[in-house]
């Protein structure tokens, strides 16, 4: 008797749980999401520096992927053959990379480790979770979220 109270007990908790961390895993993807695209915007900025060239986050909103490379053939911001891939990935389905503020899509770094330009770019999980990765002028990287898409913290 005791064992089926016992068991009947660890039913409801489970069947109050499981519902929850389904919830959760896809937060837990956009957050994922966003701190990747941070690295790759770190390790952009450093190894433009270590490498003395160009590097460059070019970002594709159709197909929610972004591509970062050395930019050492001609530096003019696309990939030409030659150039190192560092970075490819692509979002996993539920989320949407959704705008950019980076002209023409595409960020990146100087020699000197100085941001081609500042921008920001929008992730969201449906319409109710919202990231965005801002890189401003002077290089700082910072992540903002919001439950609105309008209003930040």
Same mark, same amino acid.
């Given at each position: 008797?005791?064992?089926?109270?016992?068991?009947?007990?660890? =039913?409801?908790?489970?069947?109050?749980?499981?519902?929850?961390?389904?919830?959760?895993?896809?937060?837990? #993807?956009?957050?994922?999401? $966003?701190?990747?695209?941070?690295?790759?915007?770190? !390790?952009?900025?450093?190894?433009?520096?270590?490498?003395?060239?160009?590097?460059?986050?070019?970002?594709?909103?159709?197909?929610? #992927?972004?591509?970062?490379?050395?930019?050492?053939?001609?530096?003019?911001?696309?990939?030409?053959? =030659?150039?190192?891939?560092?970075?490819? !990935? $692509?979002?996993?389905?539920?989320?949407?990379?959704?705008? +950019? $503020?980076?002209?023409?899509? $595409?960020?990146?770094?100087?020699?000197? =480790?100085?941001?081609?330009?500042?921008?920001?770019?929008?992730?969201?999980? #449906?319409?109710?979770?919202?990231? +965005?990765?801002?890189?401003?002028?002077? =290089?700082?990287?910072?992540?903002?979220?919001?439950?609105?898409?309008?209003?930040?913290?």
């Amino acid at each position: 008797m005791e064992l089926m109270v016992v068991i009947a007990i660890v =039913g409801i908790m489970a069947g109050i749980a499981i519902p929850n961390f389904f919830s959760f895993l896809p937060k837990s #993807r956009l957050r994922s999401a $966003t701190r990747d695209i941070v690295s790759c915007f770190q !390790e952009m900025k450093l190894r433009a520096i270590k490498e003395n060239a160009r590097t460059v986050v070019v970002f594709d909103l159709a197909n929610d #992927r972004y591509t970062a490379f050395v930019d050492n053939g001609p530096e003019n911001g696309v990939w030409n053959a =030659g150039e190192t891939i560092i970075e490819q !990935e $692509t979002l996993p389905p539920d989320l949407d990379m959704y705008n +950019t $503020t980076f002209v023409a899509h $595409t960020g990146g770094f100087t020699a000197r =480790g100085l941001p081609r330009n500042g921008g920001t770019v929008f992730i969201r999980y #449906r319409n109710t979770d919202y990231r +965005t990765v801002i890189v401003n002028t002077a =290089g700082n990287i910072r992540i903002q979220m919001s439950t609105d898409g309008v209003n930040w913290n």
